[in-house]
Structure formats: C-alpha cells, structure tokens
C-alpha cells in the first residue's frame, strides 16, 4: 500500500469516528515558554523542546530561531501537510510538494519607531507541486487543502487572545 493510500485510509477512519463522536475533535494545545537566559527561551509541548531567541544585534545570542521563522514554518509545514491529506483523500498522486511562505514585516513596531501593526503586512504562500495529475485536479486539492487549513485560517482571521496573568513576589 501507497504512503498516500494509507494517508487516506486513515483519513476516512477519523473523519468516520468524527461523524460519530464529533468531541473526539475538541482539545487545547498547551505549550509552556520560559526565558532561559537574556532574550533566549526554551517552548516544551509534550515531548517537543524549541529554543528560541533573538539575533546578537538586538540583545539575543543567536541561540535558535526568532519566533517569526516558527510562525512561517507552522504555516509553510500545515499547509503542505494538509495538500498531502487532501490529495491523498481525493486519490490524487503527488510526486512532490514544496511551499515557500513569504511575510513583509516592519521591525520599528516592535521597536516603537513606526505606527504600523506589529504583524505582517501581507503574506504570500507559493506551492510548487510535482504530479502528472491534470490541473484541475491539482487545483481541487489546493482549494480543499487551503479550506481546512488550520493554521491558514489561524493567520487569515483575527483570533480571540485572552491574557492570564500571575505574579509571583520574588
């Protein structure tokens, strides 16, 4: 059996135990974020660590990637995960898949020199695919991939951010 014949298989059998029981759907990702040293921190989710930080040239140490090259990569890695399961559902064969995400930013936000938002102004997301499938077909798991993308949506539409606040006396 095909890698993408098994992506399928396993599609239908949890979109069918969705039907069923739709709050084997629910959760909440947690992921905890502590400053290690300086502007360098450490992210742990479950059995993943991250380290994260700033360039040399802002007060960092150049110790891992700044948070932007995460948020691309979740963005970049969601959707071409996503073509994969869409193709794979739709019995579309793809050789190979590539997106390039592009974000336009301006660091005088951040650093209070500029009136703009400190999020990206516009992001552009290129996918390259290789397959001998026709281009329609090709086009439909774009479109599917990039309806129940969820981190497209996360980066397309404003989301609701709660702030939670303790203080620890020192």
Same mark, same amino acid.
């Given at each position: 059996m095909s890698k993408?014949? &098994? #992506? $399928?298989?396993?599609?239908?059998? %949890?979109? $069918? !135990?969705?039907?069923? $029981?739709? !709050?084997?759907?629910?959760? %909440?990702?947690? *992921?905890? /974020? +502590?400053? #290690?040293?300086?502007? *360098?921190? @450490? %992210?742990? @989710?479950? @059995?993943?660590n991250f380290k994260i930080d700033m360039p040399t040239q802002i007060g960092g /140490?150049? %110790?891992?990637? &700044?948070?932007? &090259?995460?948020g691309r990569a979740a963005l970049g890695s969601c959707l071409a995960i996503g073509y994969m399961i869409w193709a794979s +559902?739709?019995?579309v064969k793809i050789d190979g898949l590539e997106v390039t995400i592009e974000a336009d930013y301006d660091d005088g936000a951040l650093f209070d020199t500029s009136d703009v938002p400190p999020g990206y102004s516009e992001i552009r997301y290129y996918v390259k695919v290789t397959s001998d499938a026709s281009k329609d077909a090709i086009q439909l798991v774009l479109d599917a991939g990039d309806k129940h993308s969820p981190y497209l949506d996360v980066? *397309?539409? !404003?989301? +609701?951010?709660?702030? $939670? &606040?303790e203080i620890i006396n020192s």
């Open positions: 993408q014949e &098994v #992506i $399928k298989e396993k599609f239908l059998r %949890t979109q $069918k !135990a969705l039907l069923l $029981k739709p !709050a084997l759907g629910h959760g %909440t990702g947690v *992921s905890r /974020t +502590k400053i #290690i040293d300086g502007l *360098s921190c @450490e %992210t742990q @989710e479950g @059995e993943w /140490t150049a %110790t891992g990637p &700044v948070p932007g &090259v995460l +559902k739709l019995g980066f *397309s539409r !404003a989301q +609701k951010c709660i702030r $939670k &606040v």
